[in-house]
Nanobody
Framework: VQLQASGGGLVQTGGSLRLSCAVS????????MGWFRQAPGKERDIVAA????????YYADSVKGRFTISRDNAKNTVYLQMDSLKPEDTAVYYC?????????????????????WGQGTLVTVSS
């Protein structure tokens, strides 16, 4: 199973980016997925998560109202739309697949609950 994250880059404060995570080697339509981020010297924390159906989402308080997670099961891809970006959003962003919890009603929030990880994509927000 491979997760390929893309879409990171350098953006000014207030700008937008859209991250994509394409999954190969596994059909993801039955499983929850999440986006995490890790800033230098800090822990990897949850940003957003989405249930297998897309009906249930979770957001960290720090991004609520600014970020939107979505998925396209036909394309085996999950997205993270990031608007109104702030310098504190600067981090490496990782997508993850909860591969052993099919049809779960609620997406998981803890990094240890995710089985497969992408390589990360760097988002830098300049002030």
């Amino acid at each position: 199973v491979q997760l390929q994250a893309s879409g990171g880059g350098l953006v000014q404060t207030g700008g937008s980016l859209r991250l994509s995570c394409a999954v190969s080697g596994r059909t993801v339509s039955n499983y929850g997925m999440g986006w995490f981020r890790q800033a230098p010297g800090k822990e990897r924390d949850i940003v957003a998560a989405i249930s297998w159906s897309g009906d249930v989402t979770y957001y960290a308080d720090s991004v609520k109202g600014r970020f939107t997670i979505s998925r396209d099961n036909a394309k085996n891809t999950v997205y993270l739309q990031m608007d109104s970006l702030k310098p504190e959003d600067t981090a490496v962003y990782y997508c993850a697949l909860d591969g052993d919890n099919d049809y779960a009603l609620m997406p998981r929030r803890q990094k240890y609950e995710y089985d497969y990880w992408g390589q990360g994509t760097l988002v830098t927000v300049s002030s």
